[in-house]
């Protein structure tokens, strides 16, 4: 391997499970931040099962009630017993703050210092997210821009992950060979079989170990164990 590209959602920054929960208790249905990830990964295996079954990605984050598509994060407040209409309810107030402030916001203290280190070691290291058009902004708030060589948005670029052409994008612009090449995400069927698709190896991350399906795929709980992977 030369190269390693990652996913930002639950990669490079994690949902903020504990505000979540706070607005959770703020209507009424309190949960521990623990058992919301816990719930995150139905909504995941959700997403993995409709892509097997028809190869395309029908879902949203939050509500899409003229089209009746799954939401993502409908599926993780029923898992907790949310009622369907307060559910509604604290979808959009979830989704209100997000486009003020991205959810995906915590980051493990130790991460610039696994990027430090595998740049160190010789890898030149990218960005390959479904975002919307926040992405970059977002690591250079948080000092992560400086690591990474290229940052490819989705919505910036108009093509979204599973398909390969995004890999592609971020390989072109690094001068990178897919067989040389990592991707590190969180979602079965989107990062790791659309990092196949593109000709890359792929690791999942599973920071519970209980990632349903998947049993063919290398799998990480965190970033740091990338340095036990990548000599």
């Known amino acids: 391997m030369r190269t390693v590209l990652f996913d930002v959602g639950n990669t490079l920054f994690h949902l903020d499970y504990a505000f979540i929960a706070d607005v959770l208790a703020e209507h009424g249905h309190p949960v521990e931040p623990a058992v ?20 395309s990605l029908e879902f949203v984050l939050w509500r899409d009630d003229a089209a009746r598509r799954p939401s993502y994060f409908a599926i993780v407040l029923e898992a907790v017993g949310v009622p369907p209409n307060a559910a509604a309810r604290i979808l959009d107030v979830l989704q209100a703050h997000n486009r003020a402030r991205c959810l995906w916001r915590v980051m493990e203290p130790d991460t610039p210092a696994v990027l430090d280190a595998l740049r160190a070691r010789g ?57 040389t090449t990592l991707y590190v995400g969180d979602v079965f ?39 036990e992977l990548l000599p």
């Open 36 to 55: 919301l990830r816990v719930a995150e990964y139905g909504a995941k295996a959700a997403i993995d099962r409709a892509l097997t079954a028809n190869g």
């Open 123 to 179: 890898y030149a290291l990218g960005v390959v997210s479904n975002g919307d058009g926040r992405v970059e902004d977002d690591l250079v708030r948080a000092g992560l821009r400086p690591h990474f060589a290229t940052v490819v948005d989705s919505h910036v670029v108009g093509v979204e992950k599973p398909d390969p052409a995004i890999f592609r994008i971020a390989l072109e612009r690094m001068g990178a060979e897919p067989a």
């Open 189 to 227: 069927a989107i990062d790791v079989l659309g990092a196949r698709g593109a000709g890359l190896a792929a690791a999942l991350i599973d920071p519970l170990g209980d990632y349903p399906g998947a049993a063919d795929c290398r799998r990480i709980r965190r970033l740091a164990d990338l340095l």
